[in-house]
C-alpha cells in the first residue's frame, strides 16, 4: 500500500517526468513532497524529512 504522502503524479510533486521526480529525490535525499504543504500553483512543497515524524499522516502509513 502506498504511503498516503505520495503524490498522485510527477506534476503534483513538481516535476515533468517520473525520471524527473527520481532525478529530484537523488539530489536532494533529506527533502521528500509534502501533500499538506503546497505552493501557489497546487503543487507540494519539498520539506525536510524530519519533519516526517511528527506528522499525522504518519500513523496511516502503517496500516
Known amino acids: 500500500m502506498p504511503s498516503p504522502c505520495c503524490p498522485s503524479t510527477p506534476e503534483e510533486a513538481g516535476a515533468i517526468t517520473v525520471e524527473h521526480l527520481k532525478r529530484l529525490a537523488r539530489?536532494?535525499?533529506?527533502?521528500?513532497?509534502?501533500?499538506?504543504?503546497?505552493?501557489?500553483?497546487?503543487?507540494?512543497?519539498?520539506?525536510?524529512?524530519?519533519?516526517?515524524?511528527?506528522?499525522?499522516?504518519?500513523?496511516?502509513?502503517?496500516e
Do not use: F, N, V
Not at 536532494?28 to 504543504?37: E, F, V
Not at 503546497?38 to 502503517?62: F, L, N, V, Y
Open 27 to 62: 539530489q536532494y535525499p533529506h527533502l521528500r513532497p509534502c501533500p499538506r504543504h503546497r505552493g501557489s500553483r497546487g503543487t507540494m512543497q519539498w520539506i525536510d524529512r524530519k519533519a516526517c515524524a511528527s506528522c499525522p499522516r504518519r500513523e496511516a502509513r502503517h
